[in-house]
C-alpha cells in the first residue's frame, strides 16, 4: 500500500451488489472478503467501502441506524475485522463511507428526540411552520418534494435534506460533534485506514429563509461554520494518525472551498470528491432531463479544477463512476462496436490526471447501464421518486421511464459481473435472486473472461495503476491543458523535474484530426488502446476513434 494518496489509488466497492456469499441475493463482506485477491492484482491501495452499518435501507445504508453495529445482512464485527486484517496482508487499507450530515429516523438519538428529550431533540432542526401553515422554509429535498417532515406532536417540522427517513444532524450543537468524534476513534481503533465523508458540506447550515432563486441549497452548502467543524474533526480524530486518508463529498460546492477543504497545510481533508463535470449532460442542476453531453464543458470544468487546485496545493479525488452515477462508457464511450476502445480511454483521461483516481466496481471490466425495460425493476428510492414527479410535470409514462433509464443510479448498482452463470456469480445459481436485477451483458462483460484476456479492460487499468506508481510525473507533476477548444480531443501535459508526459484522447467514435499537435521526437509511448501507435505527422495528429495514448520522455 503506498502510504502517498498521491501515488495511490482506490477501489470502491458497494457491498450489496458485489459479491454474495449466503445466497440471499445481498452481497456481503464474507463475498469482499473472498475477492480481495482479485483487487489485489489489480493494484490499487486502498478499498472504499459504502455503509454496511445497521440500517432499514430507506437509502441503501446511506440512512444509518447505529455506526458501531453491523448490519446483518452484510454480516458481523468479526467479518469487518477479518476483512481489515486481510486487506491489511495484501498491503490494502479499508476506507470507511461516514454519513454524519444525518441520520436514519431510527436512531437512537432521533427517537429519543421523538420522546420530547430535549437533549436529543437538540440534535436536530426541529422549526415551527409559518403561520400560514407551510413548513418553515420552501426548500427542497434532494430525493424531491418538501425537505420538512410534520411532526404533529410537537407541532414542529424536522429538516431532512434527503429520504423523509433521513433527519439532517445539529452539527451547531458540539454534543454531536464530540459523537461523531466518538465514532470516528472507534472505526480508528479497528485499523480503519481511510474515511470517506457523505455530502460532508452540508453539515453547517446558515440561515432558514424562503430561497425564492432555488431550492434552498444556497443556505446549507459549504456553511458558515465548514471549515471550523472540519478541522476540528481532523484534529481531534483522523489528523492524529498521519496515515489516514480522508477525502470529502462535495455536494454543489465551489472551488474555492475545496482550496480549504484540501489545501495541503489547512488541516482538514486529504481530497475531496467534487461532481460538477458530471453534470455536463444535466440542463444547469437539473439531471432529470434528456440532453447531450457538452464536451467542451467537460474539458473547461476538469480543467479548471485541475490547475486551480494545483495552483492553491489543493488535492482532488478524480473520477468518472461511483455507486450514485449511470456507468462512464454509456455515459461518454461506446456500448457497441468502440466498447473496449472508449472504456479504456476514458480510463486514461482520468488516471494520469492529478489527483488520486477512484475505480467503482464493474468498471474495470467495463461495465455499461442496465437493460432494464420496466420501472418495476428499479429500486433507486430518487429514481422512483423523480418517475412519478416527471408525470405529474406532463410528461408520458414512456418518456419519464427513457430519463430514469439514462440517469438513475441503479445503472451503478447492477451486481457485479464475475463469469457467465446465470447470476453473473454474484450469487449461486440455485440461489435467491439478486436484490436488483443483473445485466443481460454479463454473458460478454465479466471479470472471469478478462483476467483471462492479456487485451482486456482489467489489464489496462492494471497498467495505469502501476503507471502511478513508477512515473512520479503522474503522482507529483504539474498540469498543463492542450487543446482546449478541440471538438473532439482531450489533451493535456505533465512535467515534474524534467520529466514530461503528454496524454492525447479522441473522445469520439470517428477519427480526429489534432492539427497542432505538439512534437513528440525524444518521447515513448508507455500506454496506448490501439495495439499500434500512431504519431504526428507533419504537425497533424490522425487519432482513431476513442484512441488514447500517454507519452513519456
Same mark, same amino acid.
Given at each position: 500500500? @503506498? ?24 452481497? %456481503? ?21 459504502? *455503509?454496511?452499518?445497521? @440500517? ?10 447505529? $455506526? ?18 486481510? &486487506? ?29 428529550? !430535549? ?7 426541529? /422549526? ?6 407551510? !413548513? *418553515? ?19 414542529? $417540522?424536522?429538516?431532512?435534506? #434527503? ?13 454531536? /460533534? ?7 476513534? #472507534? ?8 474515511? /470517506? ?24 452548502? %459549504?456553511? *458558515? ?36 477543504? =484540501? ?11 467534487? #461532481? ?15 440532453? !447531450? ?17 494545483? +495552483?492553491? %496545493? &489543493? ?10 452515477? !449511470?456507468?462512464?462508457?454509456? /455515459? ?14 476514458? =480510463? ?24 432494464f425495460t420496466e420501472i418495476s425493476q428499479f429500486r433507486d428510492v430518487e429514481s422512483l421518486n423523480h418517475y412519478q414527479i416527471l408525470q405529474d410535470k406532463g410528461l408520458s409514462a414512456s418518456d419519464a421511464l427513457r430519463i430514469v433509464q439514462i440517469h438513475s443510479r441503479d445503472n451503478g448498482r447492477t451486481p457485479m459481473q464475475w463469469d457467465d452463470s446465470r447470476y453473473a456469480g454474484f450469487t449461486a445459481e440455485d440461489g435467491a435472486e439478486p436484490w436488483i436485477g443483473v445485466n443481460g451483458n454479463h454473458d460478454r462483460i465479466n ?5 483471462? %484476456? &492479456? ?25 498543463? *491543458? ?64 476513442? +484512441? =488514447? @495514448?500517454?507519452?513519456?520522455?
Amino acid at each position: 500500500m @503506498s502510504t502517498d494518496f498521491r501515488r495511490s489509488t482506490v477501489y470502491q466497492i458497494y457491498p450489496k451488489s458485489f459479491c454474495d456469499t449466503n445466497g440471499d441475493g445481498l452481497g %456481503d463482506l464474507r463475498g469482499v472478503i473472498g475477492k480481495l485477491d482479485y483487487i489485489q492484482k489489480l493494484g490499487v491501495d486502498y478499498i472504499w467501502l459504502t *455503509p454496511f452499518f445497521v @440500517s432499514p435501507q430507506n437509502d441503501n445504508g446511506y440512512d444509518v441506524e447505529d $455506526y458501531y453495529r453491523i448490519d446483518p445482512r452484510y454480516g458481523t464485527m468479526e467479518d469487518v475485522e477479518e476483512l481489515i486484517a486481510e &486487506a491489511a496482508k495484501r498491503g490494502i487499507g479499508l476506507m470507511f463511507d461516514m454519513v454524519f450530515n444525518h441520520v436514519s429516523t431510527r436512531h437512537e438519538w432521533f427517537r429519543r428526540a421523538m420522546e420530547g428529550d !430535549p437533549y436529543y431533540k437538540d440534535f436536530f432542526f426541529f /422549526r415551527k411552520g409559518k403561520e400560514n401553515g407551510e !413548513p *418553515p422554509t420552501n426548500w427542497e429535498s434532494k430525493f424531491g418534494g418538501s425537505a420538512w417532515q410534520y411532526v404533529e406532536k410537537f407541532d414542529e $417540522y424536522y429538516l431532512h435534506l #434527503f429520504d423523509v427517513t433521513q433527519a439532517d444532524l445539529n452539527w451547531d450543537n458540539e454534543n454531536v /460533534r464530540k459523537e461523531v468524534q466518538k465514532i470516528v476513534r #472507534f472505526w480508528m481503533d479497528k485499523g480503519v485506514k481511510g474515511f /470517506r465523508f457523505d455530502v460532508v458540506n452540508l453539515i453547517s447550515k446558515a440561515a432558514f429563509e424562503d430561497d425564492d432563486a432555488g431550492d434552498g441549497r444556497r443556505f446549507y452548502t %459549504d456553511g *458558515p461554520n465548514i471549515h471550523k467543524y472540519l478541522k476540528e474533526l481532523h484534529d481531534t480524530t483522523f489528523g492524529t494518525d498521519a496515515q489516514i486518508v480522508t477525502v470529502g463529498e462535495m455536494s454543489s460546492t465551489s472551488i474555492e472551498n475545496c482550496y480549504r477543504y =484540501a489545501g495541503r497545510d489547512t488541516g482538514e481533508l486529504s481530497m475531496v470528491f467534487s #461532481f460538477h463535470h458530471l453534470k455536463v449532460d444535466f440542463m444547469g442542476n437539473e439531471k432529470w432531463v434528456l440532453v !447531450p453531453a457538452d464536451f467542451q464543458k467537460l474539458k473547461n470544468i476538469i480543467f479548471q479544477w485541475q490547475t486551480g487546485m494545483a +495552483e492553491h %496545493d &489543493a488535492w482532488n479525488a478524480v473520477f468518472w463512476c461511483n455507486h450514485d452515477q !449511470p456507468r462512464v462508457v454509456s /455515459r461518454f464511450g461506446s456500448e457497441g462496436r468502440y466498447w473496449k476502445e472508449s472504456a479504456k480511454m476514458l =480510463a486514461t483521461i482520468i488516471h494520469c490526471l492529478r489527483g488520486t483516481p477512484y475505480v467503482y466496481q464493474g468498471e474495470e471490466i467495463g461495465m455499461t447501464n442496465t437493460d432494464f425495460t420496466e420501472i418495476s425493476q428499479f429500486r433507486d428510492v430518487e429514481s422512483l421518486n423523480h418517475y412519478q414527479i416527471l408525470q405529474d410535470k406532463g410528461l408520458s409514462a414512456s418518456d419519464a421511464l427513457r430519463i430514469v433509464q439514462i440517469h438513475s443510479r441503479d445503472n451503478g448498482r447492477t451486481p457485479m459481473q464475475w463469469d457467465d452463470s446465470r447470476y453473473a456469480g454474484f450469487t449461486a445459481e440455485d440461489g435467491a435472486e439478486p436484490w436488483i436485477g443483473v445485466n443481460g451483458n454479463h454473458d460478454r462483460i465479466n471479470a472471469r473472461q478478462q483476467l483471462e %484476456d &492479456a487485451d482486456s479492460i482489467f489489464h489496462y487499468y492494471r497498467q495505469l495503476i502501476a503507471l502511478r506508481k513508477e512515473l512520479p510525473v503522474i503522482a507529483l507533476g504539474d498540469i498543463e *491543458p492542450m487543446a482546449e477548444h478541440h471538438p473532439c480531443v482531450f489533451a493535456y501535459r505533465r512535467t515534474y523535474e524534467g520529466h514530461e508526459l503528454i496524454v492525447a484522447a479522441n473522445f469520439y467514435g470517428r477519427t480526429g484530426e489534432w492539427k497542432e499537435a505538439p512534437d513528440l521526437t525524444g518521447f515513448k509511448r508507455v500506454i496506448g488502446n490501439y495495439a499500434e501507435e500512431s504519431r504526428p505527422e507533419g504537425g497533424v495528429w490522425s487519432l482513431r476513434p476513442y +484512441e =488514447a @495514448s500517454v507519452w513519456y520522455r
